[in-house]
Nanobody
Framework: VQLQASGGGAVQAGESLRLSCAASGSFFSINLMGWYRQAAGKQSELVALITENGETNYADSVKDRFTISGDNAKNTVYLQMNYLKPEETAVYYC???????????????WGQGTLVTVSS
């Protein structure tokens, strides 16, 4: 399973970015996909997740500003980030919980990360 993330970049505070992450390879199903981020010198933290059924979970700090959505047919997840803040400068990692074959437990996979830089 490969996760290809894109959409990072440099923006000013208050601006928006949209991240995308596409899963490819051979697998049975994807249980959920989402995003984590890690700022320099800090621990990784959950940003948002979405299940195959469309249920979402957000970090409190991004609620009302970020929206996660998914396209099951394309095995792709999107993160629309509005009103970005300088403290949200980080590498954003795509994550997917994937069942490789039916009847076996799922496992997690990570993308390569995409850098988001927000300047004041």
């Amino acid at each position: 399973v490969q996760l290809q993330a894109s959409g990072g970049g440099a923006v000013q505070a208050g601006e928006s970015l949209r991240l995308s992450c596409a899963a490819s390879g051979s697998f049975f199903s994807i249980n959920l996909m989402g995003w984590y981020r890690q700022a320099a010198g800090k621990q990784s933290e959950l940003v948002a997740l979405i299940t195959e059924n469309g249920e979402t979970n957000y970090a409190d700090s991004v609620k009302d500003r970020f929206t996660i959505s998914g396209d099951n047919a394309k095995n792709t997840v999107y993160l629309q980030m509005n009103y970005l803040k300088p403290e949200e400068t980080a590498v954003y990692y795509c994550y997917a919980d994937v069942k490789i074959t039916n009847g076996n437990p799922s496992r997690g996979f990570w993308g390569q990360g995409t850098l988001v830089t927000v300047s004041s």
